[in-house]
């Protein structure tokens, strides 16, 4: 995700329909982990595993352009692991491709091609989810389906002091910069390595003065308390129409 | 009589490096004073808050409200006083402002069909009824002050401890926050080196310097004595 200091990215994704995050996460998660079990080579599986997304996407107004953006965008670091497969060794029952001066392995095409439809699916759901419901929402609903607080309580805090973070290394930057700092050779490390350092205990004595004000609030340990309240018709209907269109996807004689 | 709001008795503490934080500190705000606790960076005063709420615990004796912060009465102390510190990135660390604003009561216990109703009220009084479903990230610090004060309004806290809450703030946003503070019925206990604040909202004024307290006395007498301020880095 890209950062904007004075964006707000907890909101910009509205929470549409007004359904709750319980629902999206276990629609859009379970039509990840449908895809990831699809058995290799079934291609007309995976593609209305596909059409599924874009059904879905339309049915909770996902805004289709910013989720593809991001999907791009994140392509890159799990493209890369797919890359490598086909250069793999030929094995028994294998067959060799010509790709020009290259031999690639076809299993083992297959495979990456199977494993990049794969990722992008599970990534187009997740940037899905993400802009359809606020991160707020999202943790809060993990944690209302049972996610591990701790898991969710890190989440939280990751994201809420990530910007904290950026922006003491930013003044940090701007202050050392105005002090004539290059920064472009080698013997200037020993700086950067005394910046991060002095990142770290800064980041330390914030998390002790964090919890001096949660303690002080009554705070004694353990998962936070959210509220919740039981899922409406609309939003059963929504878990129990995934559910169902998913398996019967995989039903489906192909 | 009743018991007073705050009172420290000869309270020393050792950070663990060694250095003294505070030496022999005695204390006494009664029930609905306003005083300010005045005094150079690095005189103690920081430390001596977090006394009042056992985050720090040490020789000598500190009660509130005749309770003694002991282990055993931490979640009692812990709702009587509240404390907002410095810096409100650090008292802010929840997804939403409500969740924030929530913390505290639901710690405390608060049903969930009351929370709406007091988060509603705190953010109300401190003039931020619209700010509820907003990241505490996007606030202005002037806002974040007055969100971080709501957090521990809606404990129903008796004593309000506050740690330079007009620092960094601009002009106007000091003038809300002196405004809403003047509006408190709460006892208060005012860390800071504003003068000013101390003048138009402390009837007393308590002047700490290297982990004691040297002065104390009426704001009106002890702030005309330009000598005793300047002795303590305050002019």
């Given at each position: 995700m890209h950062f904007t200091p004075g964006h707000d990215h907890y909101h910009e994704a509205l929470e549409t329909g007004g359904l709750d995050a319980r629902a999206k996460i276990v629609a859009w998660l379970g039509l990840a982990i449908a895809g990831v079990l699809t058995p290799w080579g079934q291609w007309p599986v995976l593609g209305a595993y596909g059409a599924c997304w874009l059904l879905l996407c339309l049915a909770l107004a996902a805004p289709l352009l910013k989720v593809l953006r991001r999907v791009i965008a994140a392509s890159p670091f799990f493209l890369l692991l797919a890359v490598l497969l086909p250069f793999r060794p030929l094995e028994p029952g294998d067959h060799a491709l010509a790709l020009g001066p290259l031999t690639l392995s076809a299993a083992g095409s297959e495979l990456a091609l199977d494993m990049a439809a794969k990722a992008t699916l599970s990534v187009a759901c997740?940037?899905?989810?993400?802009?359809?419901?606020?991160?707020?929402?999202?943790?809060?609903?993990?944690?209302?389906?049972?996610?591990?607080?701790?898991?969710v309580t890190l989440m939280?805090?990751?994201?809420?002091?990530?910007?904290?973070?950026?922006?003491?290394t930013q003044r940090m930057k701007r202050a050392r910069d105005a002090r004539a700092f290059g920064g472009r050779w080698l013997w200037h490390a020993r700086v950067v390595g005394l910046m991060i350092g002095s990142l770290f205990l800064r980041s330390i004595e914030r998390a002790e003065r964090v919890h001096q004000a949660m303690a002080s609030r009554g705070y004694s340990g353990g998962a936070f308390?959210?509220?919740s309240r039981a899922l409406s018709g609309a939003e059963w209907l929504l878990i129990a129409s995934c559910l169902l269109l998913f398996v019967v996807v995989r039903l489906l004689p192909l | 009589?009743?018991?007073p709001a705050i009172s420290v008795k000869n309270l020393s503490f050792r950070y663990p490096d060694g250095v003294p934080a505070l030496e022999g500190v005695s204390l006494r705000v009664a029930q609905g004073e306003r005083v300010a606790l005045l005094g150079?960076?690095?005189?103690?005063?920081?430390t001596l808050m977090l006394h009042l709420n056992g985050l720090h615990e040490s020789r000598g004796e500190v009660e509130i409200l005749g309770v003694p912060v002991l282990r055993r009465n931490l979640k009692l102390v812990r709702?009587?006083?509240?404390?907002?510190f410095q810096n409100p990135d650090d008292q802010l660390f929840c997804p939403t402002v409500f969740e924030d604003v929530a913390f505290g009561p639901?710690?405390?216990?608060?049903?969930?069909?009351?929370?709406?109703?007091?988060?509603?009220?705190?953010?109300a009084q401190v003039g931020l009824p619209q700010a509820a479903q907003r990241s505490p990230l996007h606030l202005s610090i002037g806002e974040k002050k007055r969100a971080a004060m709501a957090t521990v309004l809606a404990m129903e806290a008796e004593i309000l401890c506050l740690d330079e809450p007009t620092a960094g703030l601009?002009?106007?946003?000091?003038?809300?926050?002196?405004?809403?503070?003047?509006?408190?019925?709460q006892t208060l206990l005012v860390v800071t080196h504003d003068l000013e604040l101390a003048r138009s909202l402390c009837s007393r004024c308590v002047i700490m310097a290297r982990g004691k307290v040297v002065a104390e006395g009426e704001t009106s007498d002890l702030l005309g004595r330009q000598e005793l301020l300047l002795e303590h880095g305050l002019a």
């Amino acid at each position: 995700m890209h950062f904007t200091p004075g964006h707000d990215h907890y909101h910009e994704a509205l929470e549409t329909g007004g359904l709750d995050a319980r629902a999206k996460i276990v629609a859009w998660l379970g039509l990840a982990i449908a895809g990831v079990l699809t058995p290799w080579g079934q291609w007309p599986v995976l593609g209305a595993y596909g059409a599924c997304w874009l059904l879905l996407c339309l049915a909770l107004a996902a805004p289709l352009l910013k989720v593809l953006r991001r999907v791009i965008a994140a392509s890159p670091f799990f493209l890369l692991l797919a890359v490598l497969l086909p250069f793999r060794p030929l094995e028994p029952g294998d067959h060799a491709l010509a790709l020009g001066p290259l031999t690639l392995s076809a299993a083992g095409s297959e495979l990456a091609l199977d494993m990049a439809a794969k990722a992008t699916l599970s990534v187009a759901c997740v940037a899905a989810l993400a802009s359809t419901e606020s991160l707020a929402g999202v943790t809060r609903g993990m944690q209302r389906l049972g996610a591990p607080a701790l898991f969710v309580t890190l989440m939280n805090f990751t994201f809420r002091y990530l910007l904290v973070l950026r922006e003491e290394t930013q003044r940090m930057k701007r202050a050392r910069d105005a002090r004539a700092f290059g920064g472009r050779w080698l013997w200037h490390a020993r700086v950067v390595g005394l910046m991060i350092g002095s990142l770290f205990l800064r980041s330390i004595e914030r998390a002790e003065r964090v919890h001096q004000a949660m303690a002080s609030r009554g705070y004694s340990g353990g998962a936070f308390a959210v509220s919740s309240r039981a899922l409406s018709g609309a939003e059963w209907l929504l878990i129990a129409s995934c559910l169902l269109l998913f398996v019967v996807v995989r039903l489906l004689p192909l | 009589m009743t018991a007073p709001a705050i009172s420290v008795k000869n309270l020393s503490f050792r950070y663990p490096d060694g250095v003294p934080a505070l030496e022999g500190v005695s204390l006494r705000v009664a029930q609905g004073e306003r005083v300010a606790l005045l005094g150079a960076n690095g005189a103690g005063k920081s430390t001596l808050m977090l006394h009042l709420n056992g985050l720090h615990e040490s020789r000598g004796e500190v009660e509130i409200l005749g309770v003694p912060v002991l282990r055993r009465n931490l979640k009692l102390v812990r709702q009587r006083v509240g404390l907002v510190f410095q810096n409100p990135d650090d008292q802010l660390f929840c997804p939403t402002v409500f969740e924030d604003v929530a913390f505290g009561p639901r710690n405390l216990g608060l049903p969930e069909s009351r929370m709406e109703e007091v988060v509603t009220h705190a953010l109300a009084q401190v003039g931020l009824p619209q700010a509820a479903q907003r990241s505490p990230l996007h606030l202005s610090i002037g806002e974040k002050k007055r969100a971080a004060m709501a957090t521990v309004l809606a404990m129903e806290a008796e004593i309000l401890c506050l740690d330079e809450p007009t620092a960094g703030l601009d002009p106007r946003g000091r003038r809300e926050l002196m405004d809403l503070l003047k509006a408190l019925s709460q006892t208060l206990l005012v860390v800071t080196h504003d003068l000013e604040l101390a003048r138009s909202l402390c009837s007393r004024c308590v002047i700490m310097a290297r982990g004691k307290v040297v002065a104390e006395g009426e704001t009106s007498d002890l702030l005309g004595r330009q000598e005793l301020l300047l002795e303590h880095g305050l002019a």
